[in-house]
């Protein structure tokens, strides 16, 4: 298997022109590509390395490529492309489609990640630290990698892929990819400098150089084995009636040790007007783009425009609060609970449609504390009927947890908790809006509730 990781990583000039057709196709189905509602006109290469030779049964691609949708440059996307001479019943899903003319006239190309060959040797890969072309592999060595464990794709990921080996390692790859030190890599590895076991520490990580510039393409962390997903396990709470603010409080705690061991190992910054008013002046500007978009938002946003202005007004009156590293897009979803109890947060990337400057930059700590509560109001009304009762009371326990590690309380500071969620709200509205528009009147009720008084919801 090493072998096919060692070679030159050279490609045929022409693959790229013979794949368009059937990318533009394929690319705007996926979950993953951020372009939708938009035609792709086109692609231009970022970067293209040969992993296992096409003339081989099969063969296995790396690709990087901008795609083009109109003005300004594209957004940049990792695709693995296996080349067979005919795909198997059992990769349908994975078909991306049948060449017709370049080097790979007369083959079908497909999502390799679905295949276990080729997952084998992006492990393999990893494991052996290989430079293939631009390609960079990197690997804790106090950590094994085993050989022979059984790759699996998880289906379920909306803004990348994941594919899990032997139930030991998780592999993430990243689909969207930016130039620069990306949040998903940095701060597990300044976590696990920290000794943190609140965040399982990188095992290896794939990059790519050019021009300069690093891609993080990929992180394999250790699989979190009989783990639930936090959003899954709130939900089957909900549906049998228990309580779960037990849990709630030690996830509170668990974000907490995470914030704490955040503020040791990365460098923080103090708060004032200057930033202040930078940062209440983009929600405002968010909350009226928002109403423009969505009319069921308009009758309250004045109201809601107090919660940035509230913020704002404190800061010109000399108050200042401490920024830190944070995770930047923490909700349940994003939190697992081993067999142990013990939660694990995962997923540092930040909100990933935000520029990638913006989420390295530090911010309040009461920001992931806000997607924690809004967290807890949505799976709450997931439910029919909803029942606000169980949010209130998990969101005061995730709190207390919270304030049982760092010493304090979100709640203590309102004016700056109201703001961050009532931002997270408006984008919330925009989202369900546009994507799922049945879902719009679980942040709208938040809405009503965060409009309706200045006070700690």
């Given amino acids: 298997m090493a072998a096919t990781v060692t070679l030159s990583g050279r490609t045929d000039p022409g693959l790229l022109a013979s794949l368009d057709p059937l990318l533009r196709e394929w690319l705007p189905r996926q979950r993953w590509f951020a372009g939708k509602g938009r035609p792709v006109t086109g692609f231009s290469q970022v970067a293209a390395t040969e992993l296992v030779p096409a003339s081989t049964r099969l063969?296995?691609?790396?690709?990087?490529?901008?795609?083009?949708?109109?003005?300004?440059?594209?957004?940049?996307?990792?695709?693995?492309?296996?080349?067979?001479?005919?795909?198997?019943?059992?990769?349908?899903?994975?078909?991306?489609?049948?060449?017709?003319?370049g080097p790979l006239a007369g083959r079908t190309v497909y999502d390799a990640l679905y295949d276990t060959r080729p997952a084998d040797v992006l492990l393999e890969a990893l494991r052996s630290r290989?430079?293939?072309?631009?390609?960079?592999?990197?690997?804790?060595?106090?950590?094994e990698i085993r050989t022979g464990l059984v790759p699996r794709l998880l289906t379920g990921e909306q803004s990348n892929s994941s594919v899990v080996y032997g139930d030991t390692f998780i592999l993430k790859l990243l689909r969207r990819v930016v130039p620069g030190v990306n949040p998903d890599l940095e701060l597990p590895l300044a976590l696990a400098?920290?000794?943190?076991?609140?965040?399982?520490?990188?095992?290896?990580?794939?990059?790519?150089?050019?021009?300069?510039?690093?891609?993080?393409?990929?992180?394999?962390?250790?699989?979190?084995?009989?783990?639930?997903?936090?959003?899954?396990?709130?939900?089957?709470?909900?549906?049998?009636?228990?309580?779960?603010?037990?849990?709630?409080r030690a996830l509170g705690r668990a974000t907490a040790e995470v914030h704490g061991a955040l503020a040791r190992a990365l460098p923080t910054a103090t708060l004032g007007h200057a930033q202040i008013r930078p940062m209440t002046d983009g929600m405002a500007v968010r909350l009226d783009a928002a109403a423009q978009a969505v009319p069921a938002l308009r009758p309250y946003a004045p109201a809601l425009r107090t919660a940035f202005t509230a913020l704002a007004g404190l800061a010109a009156e000399g108050h200042?609060?401490?920024?830190?590293?944070?995770?930047?897009?923490?909700?349940?979803?994003?939190?697992?609970?081993?067999?142990?109890?013990?939660?694990?947060?995962?997923?540092?990337?930040?909100?990933?449609?935000?520029?990638?400057?913006?989420?390295?930059?530090?911010?309040?700590?009461v920001r992931d504390v806000a997607g924690m509560l809004r967290s807890f109001d949505y799976a709450a009304h997931?439910?029919?009927?909803?029942?606000?009762?169980?949010?209130?009371?998990?969101?005061?326990?995730?709190?207390?947890?919270?304030?049982?590690?760092?010493?304090?309380?979100?709640?203590?500071?309102?004016?700056?908790?109201?703001?961050?969620?009532?931002?997270?709200?408006?984008?919330?509205?925009?989202?369900?809006?546009?994507?799922?528009?049945?879902?719009?009147?679980?942040?709208?009720?938040?809405?009503?509730?965060?409009?309706?008084?200045p006070d700690l919801p």
């Fill in 382 to 453: 997931s439910t029919d009927p909803p029942a606000p009762g169980w949010a209130r009371v998990c969101r005061a326990a995730y709190c207390s947890g919270y304030a049982e590690v760092a010493g304090t309380d979100p709640r203590t500071d309102p004016v700056l908790l109201r703001a961050y969620e009532t931002d997270k709200a408006v984008y919330e509205v925009v989202y369900e809006a546009r994507h799922r528009p049945d879902w719009l009147p679980v942040p709208l009720s938040a809405i009503r509730r965060l409009a309706a008084t």
């Fill in 59 to 101: 063969g296995l691609y790396h690709l990087l490529v901008r795609a083009e949708q109109g003005t300004g440059p594209g957004d940049c996307y990792q695709l693995l492309i296996g080349v067979r001479q005919t795909l198997p019943p059992r990769l349908a899903p994975a078909l991306i489609g049948h060449v017709t003319r």
């Fill in 320 to 365: 200042t609060w401490t920024a830190q590293r944070v995770h930047g897009d923490l909700h349940l979803g994003q939190c697992l609970r081993a067999a142990s109890g013990q939660w694990s947060l995962i997923d540092f990337e930040g909100e990933p449609a935000r520029p990638l400057a913006e989420r390295r930059l530090p911010q309040p700590a």
């Fill in 193 to 248: 400098r920290e000794d943190c076991p609140r965040v399982p520490a990188p095992t290896a990580w794939m990059e790519a150089h050019l021009e300069g510039d690093p891609y993080v393409l990929a992180v394999l962390q250790p699989y979190v084995q009989g783990a639930a997903d936090g959003w899954e396990l709130a939900l089957r709470e909900l549906a049998k009636g228990e309580d779960f603010s037990a849990e709630a």
């Fill in 130 to 143: 290989a430079r293939i072309g631009a390609l960079r592999c990197e690997r804790d060595p106090a950590q």
